[in-house]
Every structure is written in structure tokens, then in C-alpha cells.
């Protein structure tokens, strides 16, 4: 019996090179798909027939009113082994078990730095100003002795205090339930939430979204920055209010922010984000590097192919 698989969301086509598909056990038929579905209907109408779905990261939502759409899904494989975007009680509840993999931290805390450096130092804007034939029309801006305040010091937030620490900037830090004895291990200072936004140069997010962090960042938060502070934003973007921080980015209220993540992911062509000159964006690509997009890709082999012998691995467990 032929097993159908669709691979989801493989926007660079690297997918059927990142790992030897041929190794799963038994007839599997794959599909690969390099495109996004927004719609629910269109989703439950394309993965109708497979049986096997490997999902790259939050890129497609599987909701309960997705799960009961899908009467032949019987394995849904994320990349990462935590998925805010995948209802794993209602997959267990439609008898589909739900397997993740491992990944590097490292690709997301080097683009954590590109992304500081490109806005302090408004790179893009002097690349596109280079290339139309003009020199040097801005003043960038120095890290050392600055002030990198980080929401959130986990895993993430630790490398990323630790870089700081090599440029000679003071770290602050703060989250709902961050010590002072953690914040000492990474060389950072505990602070208030409003001294946090008060005091920083930099604001970094480092935070999961969950129903707890959700909007946690708002119009509040923002009106404490300095009109000089930047927020750089490479977890999630319904971490941070967006029509607050729109608002302060058009109102010059702050210098700027760098975005990985948007809270509609790909970012509309209409959206007010890309008329802005005082933004550095990019397209959710902090993980996106040939060695972790490796990882993942041979680790969902692996998952499939324990899956089919009956003994699944790196299984999520519904909260």
C-alpha cells in the first residue's frame, strides 16, 4: 500500500535535497509543495489525500477545524519540537500523532546580530543608496557602551547577552518569571518591565507565544522607549502589538525596529510596514540555514520512517 506525503511550505525547493527520502521504508509517494495556503478550506482541500504531512515550522496553522477536514492524516511531522500553530490535543483526538525535530539555536542568534547591526547601522538604506550612485547620506550608530535590553533570557536570550557582553554593552533583562540569580549567570541585570523599555538603546525580544505572551508588548511599552531605541524582533509578531508599534515607527517616536516576524506571515504587499524607511525586514528566515534546514529535513525522514515501523519517535505530547 502506497503511503502519500506531502512536504509543506518548501519556499527555497531545498527540501528533496536536504535529506535521502529514499530511505523510508515501503512505497511513499511525496509531494512537495513551494507555495502558501491562508485559506482553511483550500489547506483541508490540498492535504485531503495524504496521510503523512511534514510541516515546516508555523508556516501552516493546523487548528482543530483543520484536523476534523483531514479524515486521512494519520502523522503530522513539525520541524522544531515545539509548534505554537499545531492543536496537538485535537490531533490526538483525531487519532493523528504529532512528531517534531531538533535545531540549532545558533542560526537565530547570528540573525539577531545581522539584524542589530543592519539597523543601527542602516545598512539596507546605504546599499540602496550606493547602488543609485550616491555616498555616504547617514550617521550609524556605535553598540558599545549602549544599553541591549532583552524580554526574555532562556535560551535565545543568553547567547544573545553573551554576544553583547563581547561589544561592551550593558545587558538588561526582564520576563514574568526571570531571577535575579538568572539573570547574574548571563551577565545581565534584572529590571522592571518599564525600566526595561525605559533604558535600552536596544529592545530584543526572546519570548515563546503563548496565550500568556500574546500582545504582552504594547502601545504602553512602547511609549517608554527612548525616541533614539530600536526593537528587534525575531520571535513571534503577535508578541508585540502592531498597530502599537506602527504607530510609534510613523510617528518617529522611535529610530527604528528590525522584524523577522509579522503577525500575518507572508507579509501582505499592502502592508504599512514596507513604506516605512525606518524598518529592517525580513521574511521569518532567522532559522533558515542550510544546516539547520538539514537537520530538520533528516530528522522528519527519521520520524516518517519510525512511524511506518510502528515505533514513532520524538513524539509531542498534548498539554
Known amino acids: 500500500m502506497t503511503t502519500k506525503l506531502a512536504i509543506l511550505d518548501d519556499y527555497q525547493r531545498v527540501a528533496r535535497e536536504m535529506a535521502d527520502w529514499s530511505s523510508l521504508p515501503g512505497e511513499v509517494e511525496i509531494t512537495v509543495f513551494d507555495d502558501n495556503l491562508a485559506d482553511l478550506d483550500a489547506v483541508a482541500a490540498r492535504l ?6 511534514a510541516a515546516m515550522r508555523e508556516r501552516t496553522p493546523f487548528p482543530r477545524a483543520l484536523f476534523e477536514k483531514l479524515p486521512n492524516l494519520k502523522l503530522l511531522v513539525t520541524t522544531g519540537m515545539r509548534n ?11 487519532g493523528v500523532t504529532v512528531c517534531g525535530t531538533g535545531g540549532q539555536a545558533e542560526a537565530t542568534v547570528e540573525m539577531i546580530w545581522a539584524l542589530i547591526q543592519a539597523v ?40 544573545t547577552a553573551a554576544i553583547a557582553n563581547l561589544f561592551n554593552m550593558r545587558v538588561i533583562a526582564w520576563s514574568e518569571n ?23 538603546d536596544i529592545v530584543s525580544i526572546h519570548l515563546i507565544l503563548s496565550k ?9 511599552d512602547l511609549a517608554l522607549m ?22 510609534v515607527l510613523q510617528g518617529g517616536r522611535i529610530a527604528g525596529a528590525a522584524l523577522d516576524v509579522f503577525d500575518r506571515e507572508p507579509l501582505p504587499a499592502d502592508h ?11 521574511p521569518h528566515m532567522a532559522y533558515v540555514t542550510e544546516e539547520n534546514l538539514r537537520q530538520f529535513y533528516q530528522e522528519t525522514v527519521e520520524d516518517i520512517a519510525a512511524w511506518l515501523n510502528g515505533q514513532p519517535v520524538r513524539v509531542l505530547e498534548a498539554p
Open 120 to 159: 543601527v547601522r542602516n545598512l539596507p538604506q546605504e546599499d540602496r543608496a550606493t547602488r543609485a550612485g550616491k555616498w555616504q547620506t547617514s550617521v550609524g550608530r556605535t553598540l558599545a557602551g549602549r544599553t541591549l535590553g532583552l524580554v526574555g533570557l532562556g535560551r535565545l536570550g543568553a547567547r
Open 178 to 200: 526571570l531571577t535575579i540569580a538568572r539573570a547574574k549567570e548571563c551577565n545581565a541585570e534584572l529590571v522592571s518591565k518599564a525600566e526595561l523599555f525605559r533604558q535600552s
Open 226 to 247: 527612548k525616541p533614539d531605541a530600536y526593537l528587534v524582533n525575531t520571535a513571534r509578531g503577535p508578541i508585540v502589538d502592531e498597530a502599537a508599534l506602527l504607530e
Open 84 to 94: 505554537g500553530a499545531i492543536d496537538v490535543q485535537a490531533a490526538a483526538h483525531h
Open 48 to 53: 485531503a489525500p495524504f496521510a503523512v504531512v
Open 212 to 220: 500568556r505572551s500574546r500582545g504582552l508588548i504594547g502601545a504602553d
Open 272 to 282: 504599512p510596514l514596507l513604506s516605512l524607511d525606518n524598518t529592517v525586514l525580513s
